[in-house]
């Protein structure tokens, strides 16, 4: 059964075989986030860029319309006339691959995409956290160790045969669920207790772009938007640090950047758990005109975006993907299809269990009662 499977979910990625779902596409647009772009000369690991480069090519054979973030925003907003099947790439971080691997793919094929920076990362002031807490899984010689974070102790053994990728994840995720200032505790005491020296600039696959490069390709059609100082979980910093990550990185951007795009982009970026009104309202306050999350990964329309006043500051974006496959279910409607026929299944069987339960309750008809007795 699990190969019938895959071939269908294979055949619905060709083209021809995509183009019946069009229609639950109409007036919805897909915004895609991206992170890193596989660049083996420095060691990155990431999206293979064949499959970026086999994504635009199919966009381009369907007729897709890519239009840059801002002119999807215009489009919801009402401010343009909407665009059916619209996509918009945006990529999160600011790292060297983006703008030495991804943004030449771009160019190559003259679509935009939005590039969201964090701007002391491209200043050289710091390397990202979760780059670091990487680092130091790969790097230590010890073979086991334990950190407290939150009040926990975490014990780590690294023995068993690719565990650190998987360990690093995990301690990552905890950092998450702390405070700002008890992440970057756990992270100090990871170093101490995994006996790694941290380089005080970045190694070659966790570098930033510079601002240079930001210049340049911002003159070839790649615009950029702030994605704070340091990337935060915003709602675990207090209320001065979540106004100076959202403002200074959006001051920082201003004066390098010639068009900084006025969206913001959540760190981490889930729904109602890393950012809250304390946040859209700075966002407000500066004039911004929305926001991106990374969650829940769903399709936008100008219905959504109008549905309330904080709607276009919690703007969803759909994950890429790892193939192509994924990547063709996502902006095709196969994805959406497949959600509307499982919704539609979910509420057929609620409510035969609330016919069942208020079948129970009320029992049997009036008739069955009186024949049962009947000798």
């Known amino acids: 059964m699990s190969s019938i499977v895959q071939r269908l979910s294979d055949l619905l990625a060709v083209p021809w075989a995509t183009r019946p779902f069009a229609p ?42 890519v239009v840059s973030l801002e002119r999807i925003f215009r489009g919801l907003a009402g401010e343009e006339p909407p665009l059916d099947r619209a996509v918009a790439f945006t990529l999160d971080d600011g790292t060297i691959d983006q703008a030495d691997v991804a943004a030449p793919i771009f160019a190559e094929f003259d679509y935009p995409a939005t590039i969201f920076v964090i701007t002391d990362f491209l200043d050289g002031k710091s390397w990202c956290w979760w780059h670091r807490v990487e ?15 939150g009040g926990d102790e975490l ?37 101490a207790a995994a006996e790694v020296e941290l380089p005080e ?26 994605h704070s100082l340091t990337h935060p979980v915003l709602s675990r910093t207090d209320d001065a640090q979540s106004e100076r990550e959202i403002a200074g990185s959006w001051a920082r951007l201003s004066a390098e950047a010639s068009r900084p795009v006025p969206i913001f982009c959540y760190p981490n970026g889930h729904t109602g758990r890393d950012f809250g009104p304390r946040e859209v309202s700075t966002l407000r306050q500066l004039g911004l005109r929305g926001a991106v999350t990374n969650w829940p990964h769903n399709w936008v329309s100008a219905g959504g975006f109008r549905s309330s006043p904080d709607a276009p500051f919690a703007v969803p974006r759909i994950d890429f993907g790892a193939d192509h496959r994924g990547f063709v279910h996502s902006v095709s409607g196969v994805w959406r299809t497949k959600h509307m026929v499982r919704t539609h299944i979910e509420m057929s069987r609620a409510e035969l269990a609330l016919a069942a339960q208020e079948a129970r309750r009320q029992g049997p008809p009036s008739s069955a009662r009186a024949g049962s007795g009947a000798v």
């Open 135 to 149: 680092y130091m899984f790969e790097s230590t010689r010890r073979r086991q160790f334990s950190v407290q974070l």
């Open 201 to 226: 600039r970045p190694p070659a696959r966790y570098a930033p772009m510079s601002w240079d490069a930001l210049r340049a390709w911002e003159a070839r059609g790649i615009t950029f938007g702030p």
């Open 24 to 65: 639950v596409m109409r007036g919805r647009a897909s915004i895609l986030v991206l992170h890193r772009l596989a660049d083996p000369d420095r060691g990155i690991v990431g999206l293979d860029p064949r499959v970026l480069r086999r994504a635009l090519e199919f966009l381009r054979r369907e007729r897709y319309p």
């Open 155 to 191: 014990a780590y053994h690294l023995d068993e045969a690719g565990a650190r990728p998987r360990l690093a994840r995990h301690f990552m995720e905890r950092c998450k669920r702390v405070s700002e200032a008890e992440k970057l505790q756990g992270v100090e005491r990871l170093a």
